[in-house]
């Protein structure tokens, strides 16, 4: 168990707003990431994080940016949400020492308007 | 390019009967590959991994994977369903790169496990 939370667990909003996700975690993991999960397409990598100072962009990072405050929190923000961008939100980490697998939150339900 | 497919949308058993979840893949190197469930409105819970090993790997509520080199797959059995098991599957392989690397998914199965 690696005491994922994510904040807030839904949200909705409208065209243009600027939104932000928020990630936290307990147990002292190096690395984290945000995926977002659409039906019939999996989970696909917006961004992740190694470390405090690492931030790399994923397959779709498009609109979206994040923040990795502390080893802890790992935030994700959407600029200006457009429609297309609603999505479950998923948050994972996973430890540099560990055994390759990643722990999840519980996700964030996103529609935009 | 790196990949995960699992080829069927929808898979229904009924409970008691075996099941399994099929996922193929394509990575170059050694795979590191993964099986993740979703209940829900719940997040993905880890259920099983093959790194190195036995070819064959037991996880979380009596689920096992088999690891078939030749045919690049990763299916995931149960001998026995249960109604529970009921949810999406998400199959994922380990790519590396940089200080550790990412997860790719598949798109996911839904079971349907009727009593």
């Known amino acids: 168990d690696a005491d994922v939370t994510q904040t807030p667990r839904n949200r909705i909003t409208k065209t243009g707003k600027r939104i932000m996700l928020e990630c936290s975690q307990t147990?002292?993991?190096?690395?984290m990431y945000w995926y977002r999960q659409d039906p019939g397409l999996g989970l696909r990598l917006i961004y992740y994080?190694?470390?405090?100072?690492?931030?790399n962009k994923g397959e779709i990072s498009d609109g979206y940016s994040v923040s990795r405050q502390a080893q802890a929190k790992f935030s994700l923000s959407l600029e200006s949400a457009i429609p297309n961008q609603t999505a479950l939100y998923f948050c994972?980490?996973?430890?540099?020492?560990?055994?390759?697998?990643?722990?999840f939150g519980p996700g964030t339900r996103l529609t935009v308007l | 390019a790196q990949s995960v497919a699992q080829p069927e949308d929808q898979v229904n058993v009924a409970e008691g009967n075996p099941l399994t979840v099929k996922c193929t893949y394509s990575v170059s190197g050694n795979p590191y590959l993964f099986w993740y469930v979703q209940y829900p409105n719940r997040g993905l819970q880890f259920l099983l991994k093959?790194?190195?090993?036995?070819?064959l790997v037991k996880g979380s509520y009596g689920f096992e994977a088999e690891f078939n080199k030749s045919q690049t797959s990763f299916h995931l059995k149960k001998p026995s369903a249960l109604v529970s098991d009921s949810a999406l599957y998400f199959c994922a392989v380990r790519v590396f790169y940089n200080q550790g690397g990412k997860l790719i998914f598949g798109q996911g199965t839904e079971l349907s496990v009727k009593p």
């Open positions: 994080s190694f470390d405090v100072k690492d931030i």
């Open positions: 994972a980490v996973d430890r540099l020492a560990g055994g390759n697998e990643q722990f």
């Open positions: 147990k002292g993991h190096d690395r």
């Open positions: 093959y790194i190195t090993g036995d070819n």
